[in-house]
């Protein structure tokens, strides 16, 4: 019997290495899997490369994380956002890494892994500093850099509620990187914030079959 429920959050990151990949979705606040990130602080994982949309904001989530010296790299698009405060002292101390990537180009990567495709050209960034360093050809007479996939080992996803296979419906707007970095990466955990029985989700309003889900955690919502 397929079961992809796990009972807590401990055991949903369980197994995190050392060195890992980890995709961690959101866009600004929505959508982002605060309970899932704190529970891989707790873990202890370290050395971590992060891919994410911005380098987090005050004390929690993925800021907590490089506060507490568990990044040693961060690929995204925003890493200033307001209240950024760790990224900000680590990158200036020369304690963290940093890989710039254009929002569009970061989910493309990442959808790429997802595909098994081996990269693609790109106009944006062509004409930046971003494009140092790799293959740039004329396409259609515009400049075009070309882009590797992203892959994680890990995707910490939040969801609005799952079966117990692992099918996925989202809320609005927090769906945002999740669908892809659910396809992008070798283990997915997703943070769902109900379970449901299998037949209770309409099969057309399913975004993320749970083909591409490993674990699925339930947190409830704080009244």
Known sequence: MIDKRVASLTDAVEGIADGATVLVGGFGAA?????????????????????????????????????????????????????????????????????????????????AAGAGLGGFFTPAGADSLLAEGKEVRMIAGRRHVFEEPLQGDVALVKALRADRWGNLVYNKAARNFGPTMATAATLTVVQVREFVELGDLDPESVVTPGIFVDRVVEVEEEA
């Open 31 to 111: 959508g982002v899997p605060v309970e899932l990130v704190h529970a891989l602080l707790d873990q202890g994982a370290t050395d971590l490369t992060i891919v994410t949309n911005n380098a987090g904001s005050g004390e929690t989530d993925v800021a907590a994380l490089i506060r507490e010296r568990r990044v040693r790299k961060i690929i995204c698009s925003y890493p200033r956002s307001v209240g950024s405060i760790w990224f900000e002292e680590f990158y200036r101390a020369g304690n963290i890494e940093l890989e710039l990537v254009p929002q569009g180009t970061l989910s493309e990567r990442m959808r």
